[in-house]
């Protein structure tokens, strides 16, 4: 049996049933079976070929002479759908990738893209898990965790597009927000009123957050080197099968994994009202929060940068 031509492989594989054969490049051919058939795909052509001596790259891999034949999923190509709307962005991440991964049968590899550049990628997924409550203490900012068939972590921080804040961050920054409160008051650069059981101020203030502090409230504790923060409201569209090398391509509007990604202005602490706020710092009605720049860079607050923290005592 002489080695068959390109051509000649589809002619056999057709021949052998596999109606859905993909070129994938000229030297790999694609067999697109339903996922209860991918698993018998390189067994079959292991036998048919024999007397060419195949070698098994893998359970979906089979190379023949130059040629490689891959077994692939009908299943998962195909964008994911379904979200439950209400239950957080967060989860309608967690659900589409499992359902991949469900689909596909095995552990995928994931990459997330933002304007059309692989920013981060995780590799052998076989779960995604909901966090659930941080460990404030800690600092653990990650809402999922992808987890590998060899039991290692991807930790991941999820923000919408629309998102305002990284954190409330009453007791992070409790201590500074009442010595920055007290220094606008004293330099007049806002103004406290008694409203019954609570108060208010009026504007809000802000300040910009310092180096370590904008690691701390961005990146937390399990973040920085180990995972990743995406910015994206995921729908349906944001799902891509790469049908060529079997990847999960998901797409961003930003992805952050290390610190030279963060602007220096990208996290202010916020003084604001909350009538339903009390905490151990400030007077009942205002809290503190790790808000953007986008959130504080309005009329209704007073922003100061970073050169002002030594004045405030910061």
């Not at 051509?7 to 030297?27: C, P, W």
């Not at 504790?221 to 995921?234: E, H, M, N, P, R």
């Not at 990604?261 to 602490?269: E, K, T």
Request: aromatic share 10%; proline share 3%.
């Amino acid at each position: 049996m002489k080695t068959p031509t390109f051509t000649q492989f589809k002619e056999q594989l057709s021949t052998l049933g596999y109606k859905d054969v993909r070129t994938i490049n000229a030297r790999a051919i694609g067999i697109v079976v339903p996922k209860t058939q991918v698993d018998a795909v390189v067994p079959k052509l292991t036998q048919y070929y024999r007397l060419l001596r195949p070698v098994r790259i893998s359970d979906r891999e089979l190379k023949v002479g130059e040629m490689s034949l891959f077994a692939r999923n009908a299943n998962v190509q195909r964008v994911a759908g379904n979200f439950t709307m209400g239950r957080g962005n967060e989860f309608n991440l967690m659900q589409a990738i499992n359902e991949y991964i469900n689909d596909y049968g095995k552990p995928i590899d994931l990459e997330f893209v933002e304007m059309n550049r692989v920013a981060f990628k995780a590799k052998d997924v076989m779960k995604v898990a909901h966090v659930g409550a941080k460990n404030v203490f800690q600092r653990n900012k990650a809402d999922l965790h992808l987890l590998t068939s060899k039991m290692a972590v991807y930790p991941l921080s999820i923000k919408d597009i629309t998102a305002s804040f990284w954190e409330s961050a009453d007791k992070y920054w409790g201590e500074k927000a009442k010595v920055f409160l007290l220094w606008a008051l004293d330099h007049d650069h806002t103004v406290i009123t008694h409203n019954g059981d609570s108060y208010s101020i009026t504007p809000n203030i802000a300040v910009a957050a310092s180096s370590q502090e904008i690691r701390d409230v961005v990146f937390g504790a399990d973040i920085l080197g180990k995972g990743a923060i995406v910015v994206q409201k995921f729908l349906p569209q944001s799902f891509l099968w790469d049908f060529h090398r079997d990847i999960l391509k998901i797409t961003c509007t930003k992805v952050i994994t290390n610190e030279s990604q963060v602007s220096n202005r990208a996290v202010y602490f916020q003084i604001q009202n909350d009538r339903t706020r009390s905490t151990e710092f400030l007077q009942k009605g205002m809290r503190t929060k790790a808000a953007t720049f986008a959130a504080v860079n309005h009329p209704g607050t007073k922003v100061f940068e970073s050169g002002a923290r030594t004045e405030i005592g910061l």
